[in-house]
């Protein structure tokens, strides 16, 4: 099936730098992917929308300058987090449209200190 | 954004039957589902129903849907310990787009 390989799967980072997180389609082909944060015991809320090619479509309430998102290729899409701080420590998600459905990856656990 | 609505908390007894309820509001939805997600993991995709269906049975699972009242619910039979985990409600809108709920946690006691 459908598989979504996001990485780093977990990564410390210190407060001021700048963490890239990856999310890659195996084996289909991802016109659309999605980006997620999971805020503890809340749900996964909707960060952006990103299509190959073309600049990502940022949720209300999310700074485009802090999380930069990049979708190069039909496997490859980026995220971003310049300038962490605590509070963006968080576990963000990826999911990709394709191969017939949604795959979503394993996430990321960013810790900021 | 649209609203989907979970409770929090539900424990249940090893092979009991557990159902998770779930609400959302936005009418145009296509497609709900459902995710688990276990400690530290990513979600993984349980099941799912189209908008226009009112039951999906897989093995275990029952998903049943209610349009009138936007009212979704899984039926986890005979819960064992291995379905301890966070469950997540979503439903895809006409955009393609995923609004999740908050996630129940399930507990299974032994």
């Known amino acids: 099936g459908a598989v979504v390989s996001q990485h780093p799967s977990r990564v410390i980072c210190k407060s001021g730098t700048s963490v890239k997180i990856e999310c890659r389609s195996l084996?289909?082909?991802?016109?659309?992917m999605f980006w997620y944060r999971q805020f503890p015991k809340k749900s996964l809320m909707l960060m952006a929308t990103?299509?190959?090619?073309?600049?990502?479509?940022?949720e209300q309430g999310v700074e485009k300058d802090k999380f930069l998102i990049n979708h190069a290729s039909l496997t490859l899409s980026t995220l971003t987090v310049t300038s962490a701080h605590p509070e963006d420590s968080s576990f963000y998600i990826c999911?990709?449209?394709?191969?017939?459905?949604?795959?979503f990856g394993s996430g990321t656990r960013l810790t900021v200190v | 954004g649209e609203d989907v609505e979970q409770s929090l908390f539900l424990s249940v007894r090893e092979g009991d039957s557990s159902v998770i309820n779930c609400t959302y509001t936005?009418?145009?939805?296509?497609?709900l589902y459902w995710y688990k997600q276990e400690p530290g993991a990513g979600l993984q995709l349980l099941t799912y129903?189209?908008?226009?269906?009112d039951m999906k049975q897989d093995q275990r699972l029952t998903v049943l849907l209610n349009k009138k009242d936007k009212h979704l619910s899984l039926r986890i039979a005979d819960t064992q310990t291995g379905d301890s985990a966070i469950y997540f409600c979503?439903?895809?809108?006409?955009?393609?787009?995923?609004?999740f709920g908050s996630g129940t946690k399930l507990n299974v006691k032994p």
């Open positions: 999911s990709a449209h394709g191969g017939g459905g949604y795959t």
């Open positions: 990103s299509n190959e090619g073309s600049k990502a479509t940022y």
């Open positions: 084996d289909f082909q991802a016109t659309t």
């Open positions: 129903i189209f908008s226009n269906m």
């Open positions: 936005d009418s145009s939805s296509t497609y």
């Open positions: 979503a439903e895809a809108t006409s955009f393609n787009k995923f609004y």
